[in-house]
């Protein structure tokens, strides 16, 4: 008897959760798009590097440990060398005495970017590499137009255009598709249209770079990477969420760029 | 609860169409699906979550792909023949196997925290995956509680033809997984229903 009660409970729950679902679940849209401030606001401080998770979980050991969260963590060894450049510099200067302080507020460098190869074209852009990009802040994201996940941010993603418009930010969007139809371009290019997306695409038909931009042996849509001026991994999100944290790493960024790498 | 609530919100998603295609065949194969549908959530709960986890080594590609998604099909023929629980479950658990494994997820805010944190805090993670696949397989849930509930209910939703269409479904992906065309029938599925 009792387990018919609780299997009826199930039953009902079921079907309720199945009813909340078709008559459309919790709102698909963003639940408010953040306020754009202006360029010259104050940058926001502790800036975690990846998500994190829960916003109240504990990010500091996550953060820890986030360098292994990158498919370029075997070659980060470069961001060592920056650090190196700058206190031989700072040992030389007479004035400079001191080592410069690190600055804790700065997102950890997850290592350099990987390339965009083997790519089927661009659309939104004359660019024809990732390497046209260089020298600026950009938001790499991984993304493909059927996906909910990736569409719930491209709101946010216009916000940033707007909010960044003057400065030296881009968005390179890698469309990278989950099944055929996503694959034919003009399908692509209709749906850009249709989603408001104006900034640049890579066409990553064959998922190649999908596939080594992300470790493990799974990859994940939406996948968003912040790349500093020197080509450097900055921020590393899965998923829908974190649009502040990213928005804050940005702004970061711009803000304070890093020392230009010095030639060997 | 947020993922649990993120997991029944993706029955809707165009990419959880791969895991529900065969889930549909599990949910069809009789009265056993009281024993059937947990070992279906909970093997795809654990291959997906060894997957976020790194562990897991293979990609879904190559000749163990293949292999795979031959056994499923055999093991679907000796259910078919045998018709007892054991060979039932085998096929369930190698198709959910299957399945949790050649899934690429779209990912929303709260599966995207699991699979952010799965490598570094594995087993803190394991109970939230499972609650996101309680979540998207409530139907599953739902079917095989309903007979527990009401047993006579069971009559209608066992018919032995049904089994039959749910053993060919499970047959039929992993026919397709074998020759790697799974993902073009389920683009299909979705151009036809929404593009």
């Known amino acids: ?264 | 609860m947020g993922i649990l609530a993120e997991g029944i919100e993706s029955l809707k998603l165009a990419c959880s169409l791969v895991l529900l295609v065969p889930a549909l065949g599990v949910a069809l194969m009789g009265r056993r699906r009281a024993w059937l549908v947990p070992a279906w959530i909970a093997t795809v709960t654990l291959i997906t979550w060894l997957g976020f986890t790194r562990w897991w080594p293979l990609r879904d590609s190559g000749i163990v792909h293949i292999l795979t998604g031959a056994l499923l099909v055999g093991l679907v023929l000796v259910a078919w023949r045998r018709n007892e629980l054991a060979s039932d479950l085998a096929a369930t658990i190698v198709g959910a196997f299957l399945v949790g494994w050649t899934w690429d997820p779209c990912v929303g805010s709260e599966l995207g925290d699991i699979i952010t944190q799965a490598p570094f805090q594995p087993w803190s993670q394991l109970f939230p995956n499972l609650l996101y696949f309680v979540g998207l397989f409530v139907p599953l849930i739902v079917l095989a509680s309903l007979e527990v509930a009401w047993p006579t209910s069971g009559d209608w939703i066992s018919w032995p033809a049904l089994r039959k269409i749910g053993l060919g479904i499970l047959a039929l992906v992993g026919a397709l997984v074998a020759a790697t065309l799974f993902d073009d029938l389920a683009s299909e599925l979705l151009r036809r229903s929404s593009f």
């Open chain 1, 1 to 264: 008897m009792g387990s018919r009660i609780a299997a009826s409970a199930i039953v009902v729950a079921g079907v309720a959760a199945l009813l909340w679902v078709m008559l459309g679940g919790s709102s698909s849209e963003p639940a408010s798009l953040p306020v754009a401030t202006t360029p010259d606001s104050p940058t926001q401080p502790a800036v975690p590097a990846t998500n994190t998770g829960d916003e109240t979980s504990d990010e500091e050991a996550i953060q820890d440990t986030t360098r292994q969260d990158t498919a370029v963590q075997d070659t980060a060894v470069q961001d060592t060398a920056v650090q190196d450049s700058d206190d031989s510099e700072a040992a030389s200067d007479p004035v400079a005495t001191a080592a410069p302080e690190p600055d804790a507020d700065a997102p950890e460098n997850l290592g350099p970017r990987m390339g965009l190869d083997d790519l089927d074209g661009w659309l939104n852009t004359d660019a024809t590499s990732i390497d046209d990009f260089d020298g600026k802040v950009v938001l790499v994201e991984m993304w493909t137009f059927g996906c909910h996940n990736c569409k719930a941010r491209i709101p946010f993603n216009q916000s940033y255009v707007e909010q960044f418009a003057d400065e030296n930010f881009e968005i390179v969007g890698v469309h990278a598709p989950e099944f055929s139809y996503e694959a034919e371009i003009p399908n692509i290019e209709a749906a850009l249209v249709d989603l408001g997306v104006t900034w640049p695409i890579a066409l990553d038909t064959e998922k190649k770079n999908f596939r080594a931009w992300q470790p493990g042996t799974r990859s994940f849509w939406p996948r968003s990477y912040v790349i500093d001026q020197n080509g450097d991994i900055r921020y590393d999100h899965i998923g829908e969420g974190k649009y502040e944290e990213l928005r804050d790493t940005i702004q970061y960024l711009l803000d304070n760029p890093p020392p230009a790498p010095t030639s060997s």
